[in-house]
């Protein structure tokens, strides 16, 4: 099978798991199309995606010329399956769609559910009026495509309500991590606070302020709070992030400011708890990320990753917005810190076993030759 991915930019959350498709004896070849390497706001990360271990075993083309496009489109049809992320955010990849209908392809969709908070807050768009765009929109293409490989839970729903004859499949992205080795306790198993972080831009829709209200609900009922938070990352929020930690008068919090992304893992290896308190997020991949260094995770019920937290040792999801609960969750992370230190391991080799690169490429294999197979972070960890 000749697999054909048609991006945006080279997808640092994709790549992971692409490297590892040609290790599989059903797979011969792997393409990928995009518009350029890599974007400016992730290049102002730190991504360097031109140099990622593995990329070489792939044919990979960058701003290909129409010409080059309607060639990767008419080669080996019969045994190619094209599959499109971004395909409505994008125009690249949705030109790139319309061209391949002119061929007798199999077509399929990497997506997030739709983001009803893409123009704000105040003009959230309710997923019955992206029900009616689609019907409006994109109903005429529904035929052409045979998969969709929808990021979480929420997403699966979405697309089963608007498409049924589709073949859905529970998707996630996934990081690049070395294999797991087993390492001596780092620093925060020898030190008496708890070490909670952030990672991710400081915008509204990760609601960053909430764990900083959450920490001021536990310092009014836990004068010994020995509670340390950082955050990695910058964005429009920190002015009230830096008002609300003087007005407060909170202490042991870090804003950190943006780290390149080579410098992530290290910076969450010193961590104990990593909290997403998103609005709104379609996968939240800083999650894979965490559990893979160790780390157990505090998610809201809005992030797609919170799929990956069914096992308790891994995490806690709570309701977004409700930053008492999530004051809750932190205060019994504080009481149970020695168990969750003890379950670091567990967490490193659940990841391994249930979410790398490895893992999620046989998995969309698995898919896309109608193997009887389930979303990997399901079943049961064999540690």
Not at 163 to 185: A, G, M
Request: proline share 4%; glycine share 4%.
């Amino acid at each position: 099978m000749r697999i054909v991915f048609w991006q945006n930019c080279l997808s640092p959350h994709q790549l992971p798991y692409i490297i590892h498709l040609l290790e599989d004896a059903r797979v011969n070849k792997v393409v990928i199309v995009a518009e350029e390497t890599i974007n400016k706001s992730r290049k102002d990360m730190g991504w360097d995606i031109a140099s990622f271990p593995g990329l070489d075993k792939c044919d990979v083309y960058v701003s290909p010329s129409p010409q080059q496009v309607e060639q990767l489109l008419c080669t080996n049809p019969e045994n190619s399956y094209h599959l499109f992320s971004g395909i409505r955010g994008f125009h690249f990849v949705f030109q790139a769609f319309q061209c391949s209908l002119k061929y007798n392809l199999k077509r399929g969709l990497i997506t997030e559910r739709p983001n009803t908070f893409a123009f704000g807050h105040a003009n959230g768009k309710p997923l019955w009026l992206h029900r009616i765009r689609f019907l409006i929109q994109d109903r005429k293409y529904a035929p052409h495509i045979q998969a969709v490989f929808a990021m979480g839970n929420d997403a699966v729903k979405y697309f089963h309500s608007v498409w049924k004859q589709w073949d859905i499949f529970p998707f996630s992205y996934c990081t690049y991590n070395e294999e797991f080795t087993r390492s001596l306790p780092t620093t925060p198993q020898l030190s008496s606070n708890v070490h909670f972080i952030y990672v991710g831009s400081l915008s509204w829709r990760k609601a960053v302020l909430d764990i900083l209200k959450a920490q001021n609900r536990i310092c009014k009922h836990n004068k010994a709070n020995n509670c340390q938070i950082s955050y990695i990352g910058d964005g429009a929020e920190r002015n009230k992030l830096e008002t609300y930690i003087k007005t407060k008068t909170l202490t042991n919090i870090k804003l950190l400011g943006k780290k390149k992304n080579s410098e992530i893992p290290d910076i969450l290896a010193i961590h104990d708890i990593l909290i997403l308190p998103s609005i709104y997020d379609g996968w939240g991949a800083v999650v894979n990320e965490a559990l893979s260094k160790g780390l157990y995770v505090i998610c809201s019920d809005k992030c797609g990753a919170k799929e990956l937290l069914n096992d308790e040792r891994c995490g806690k999801v709570f309701r977004s917005r409700d930053y008492k609960q999530l004051a809750t969750i932190m205060q019994y992370c504080l009481e149970n810190i020695t168990e969750i230190r003890k379950n670091k391991e567990f967490r490193q080799r659940w990841a391994q076993e249930c979410i790398s690169g490895k893992i999620i490429a046989k998995y969309l294999i698995d898919c896309l030759t109608k193997e009887k197979t389930e979303r990997p972070w399901f079943r049961k960890s064999s540690i």
